[in-house]
């Protein structure tokens, strides 16, 4: 049996955001070929995009779900395996007979952990969380496209909810990148001795602020990549690295 693993939205490739119709054209071609279809919402699950699952984008049908990160909100660690009823039916009737259902995990089930988890998910639903990554990503999208979008050295902006990646190029009409990932990596750690945590991946830079990020966060954020922003375009005139 064979099975194909994705993320709702690609996070360590970039923050990418998949069309409307790839996870049609993927579940159909698993369902043709009777191959299980694995959805990790380890970075997407629990509010993280705007939704509580990064499926509800898509309404695609996994066969397994892998949750961590934001079960929790990392405060204790925590994963889980959602299975399907024919997944759990296949592996249960696999099982020898007087044994338990064996299913386990190095990072689940541990009673202070579950705890914290259920502690922050009536956080996130009893705040709204989720509907505040909804509102304010959508606000940090639109406030990244106002100051950046028209730098010579940025290229596509893209996102949903709080999950958001700017990719630097070395020219944005073709999108070629840097031929080194000197200039994301310089961002980042020019940002943070600023105050601001972004991440580099590849040529991208990515943004995941909190649940409960404000509008007013967001200004500040924006404000201080703003600040840093004339100098990162001075890199990217300078010889290659
Ligand atoms: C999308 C995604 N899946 C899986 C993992 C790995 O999770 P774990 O460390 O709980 O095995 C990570 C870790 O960052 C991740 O970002």
Same mark, same amino acid.
């Given at each position: 049996m064979a099975a194909l693993i994705v993320?709702?939205?690609?996070?360590? %490739?970039? #923050? &990418?955001?998949?069309?409307?119709?790839?996870?049609?054209a993927i579940t159909d071609i698993c369902k043709r070929h009777d191959v299980l279809l694995i959805?990790?919402? @380890?970075?997407?699950?629990?509010?993280?995009?705007?939704?509580?699952?990064?499926?509800?984008?898509?309404?695609?049908r996994p066969d397994l @779900?892998?949750?961590?990160? %934001?079960?929790?909100?990392?405060?204790?660690?925590?994963?889980?395996?959602?299975l399907s009823d024919p997944v759990?039916e296949t592996l249960?009737?696999?099982?020898?007979? %007087?044994?338990?259902?064996?299913?386990?995990?190095?990072?689940?089930?541990?009673?202070?952990?579950?705890?914290?988890? &259920?502690?922050? &998910?009536?956080?996130?639903?009893?705040?709204?969380?989720?509907?505040?990554?909804?509102?304010?990503? *959508?606000?940090? &999208?639109?406030?990244?496209?106002?100051?950046?979008?028209?730098?010579? #050295?940025?290229?596509?902006?893209?996102?949903? %909810?709080?999950?958001?990646?700017?990719?630097?190029?070395?020219?944005?009409?073709?999108?070629?990148?840097?031929?080194?990932?000197?200039?994301?990596? /310089?961002?980042?750690?020019?940002?943070?001795?600023?105050?601001?945590?972004?991440?580099?991946?590849?040529?991208?830079? *990515?943004?995941?602020?909190?649940?409960?990020?404000?509008?007013?966060?967001?200004?500040?954020? #924006?404000?201080?990549?703003?600040?840093? /922003?004339?100098?990162?375009?001075?890199?990217?005139?300078?010889?290659?690295?």
């Amino acid at each position: 049996m064979a099975a194909l693993i994705v993320e709702p939205v690609m996070g360590t %490739g970039g #923050i &990418l955001v998949p069309p409307p119709d790839y996870f049609d054209a993927i579940t159909d071609i698993c369902k043709r070929h009777d191959v299980l279809l694995i959805l990790d919402e @380890v970075i997407t699950g629990f509010g993280r995009t705007g939704r509580w699952f990064g499926m509800e984008h898509w309404s695609i049908r996994p066969d397994l @779900v892998s949750l961590a990160k %934001g079960l929790s909100s990392g405060y204790l660690p925590l994963s889980a395996s959602v299975l399907s009823d024919p997944v759990y039916e296949t592996l249960r009737d696999g099982m020898p007979e %007087g044994l338990p259902f064996m299913f386990g995990l190095t990072s689940n089930n541990h009673p202070a952990c579950c705890a914290a988890a &259920l502690a922050n &998910l009536d956080i996130v639903e009893n705040e709204d969380l989720v509907e505040n990554a909804r509102r304010v990503g *959508a606000y940090l &999208l639109e406030r990244l496209q106002k100051s950046f979008g028209d730098s010579p #050295i940025v290229g596509e902006i893209r996102g949903v %909810g709080m999950l958001a990646a700017m990719e630097i190029v070395r020219d944005r009409e073709t999108r070629e990148p840097f031929p080194n990932l000197a200039d994301p990596a /310089w961002i980042a750690h020019t940002a943070f001795d600023r105050g601001l945590i972004v991440r580099a991946l590849f040529q991208c830079i *990515a943004f995941a602020p909190p649940l409960v990020a404000t509008t007013a966060d967001i200004d500040r954020m #924006i404000g201080i990549l703003e600040e840093l /922003w004339p100098e990162a375009e001075r890199r990217g005139d300078g010889p290659r690295r």
